[in-house]
């Protein structure tokens, strides 16, 4: 069972959690940039500042949200190892069971058997 921490608390972030493979999967909490010291749930789910959050225990970090490259670089400054890091901003549902990365991503079976029903699109350039 692979330990997620998903990084988002919008729509995008939702709707991710119908992707998800549960058979596989276990979201340990949500985090974002916010500094609202009060929350402590989202969506049902534990709620961390992005202090606490980092210092989960976890496997990979989905960033469900539409600042990935910012969020990502941060994560990496933190010394997070970019083999954990999840991009799952592009989250689109034009077509059912189908979830588009509009950047590059890496093929790695493994990584990505935490989503369920999908197929993978990805393009570098899209018009």
Request: glycine residues 4%; charged residues 25%; aromatic residues 16%.
């Amino acid at each position: 069972m692979k330990k997620l921490l998903i990084w988002g608390t919008g729509m995008r972030a939702k709707r991710l959690c119908h992707y998800l493979n549960y058979d596989e999967v276990e979201i340990i909490g949500f985090t974002d940039n916010s500094e609202n010291e009060e929350r402590t749930q989202w969506n049902g789910y534990p709620y961390f500042s992005k202090e606490k959050a980092l210092a989960c225990a976890y496997d990979y970090v989905v960033i469900a949200s539409a600042f990935y490259d910012e969020i990502a670089a941060e994560l990496i400054s933190e010394g997070i190892e970019t083999s954990k890091i999840i991009q799952a901003y592009n989250v689109q549902f034009m077509v059912p069971n189908t979830l588009y990365f509009f950047h590059k991503i890496e093929y790695d079976e493994e990584k990505y058997k935490i989503f369920t029903d999908i197929n993978l699109f990805s393009c570098e350039r899209c018009c």
